[in-house]
């Protein structure tokens, strides 16, 4: 079964069986984005979703049973990073999966945006705004992160 029927039919499997696991995705130079992503995962675990952590370089991973989806980069000449433009540019139908786009900058931050809009583009549903960080996120933006980990847990509970 190719990867887009595989993948519809995961969002589907998520409400049908319960099937819950939030995917983080991320690509980040010194560690900042990364450090969003990981709170991100703690948002989404305390709320007792299990969440998959993956660097981008590490996609394609299975997408079966994922029923919410982060994707974050840091932003490079005002654009996301290689690797995640490259899997968004490789992205199934998300026929409605709940989403959200993340990501440091250090002047600008367009990379956020840029995903959120090309996420949309694929069919997910953009649950809250782009979340942007300057620089290495501190206490506030990490219990931001976390927030949103749970505001995506909730979209996977929901029946
Ligand atoms: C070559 C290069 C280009 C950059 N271009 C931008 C840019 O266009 N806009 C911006 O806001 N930040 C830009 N930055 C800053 C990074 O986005 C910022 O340092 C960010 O915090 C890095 O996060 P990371 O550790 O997750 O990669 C650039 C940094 C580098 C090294």
Request: proline share 6%.
């Amino acid at each position: 079964m190719g990867l887009q029927k595989r993948f519809s039919l995961g969002i589907c499997e998520c409400a049908l069986f319960d099937m819950t696991e939030i995917l983080v995705i991320y690509e980040s130079t010194m560690g900042r984005t990364r450090a969003m992503a990981q709170a991100i995962c703690e948002g989404v675990t305390a709320s007792g979703v299990p969440c998959r952590l993956v660097q981008a370089d590490d996609f394609p991973t299975t997408l079966n049973g994922v029923c919410a989806l982060a994707i974050g980069s840091s932003t490079r000449i005002k654009r996301p990073l290689p690797r995640i433009r490259q899997i968004l540019s490789e992205l199934p139908d998300l026929n409605g999966l709940p989403a959200v786009s993340y990501g440091s900058y250090g002047w600008s931050g367009e990379a956020p945006d840029e995903i959120a809009n090309r996420l949309q583009e694929h069919g997910a549903r953009m649950i809250v705004e782009p979340l942007k960080v300057k620089d290495y996120p501190d206490e506030k933006a990490l219990a931001k992160c976390r927030d949103i980990g749970v505001k995506l847990a909730s979209w996977c509970s929901k029946k």
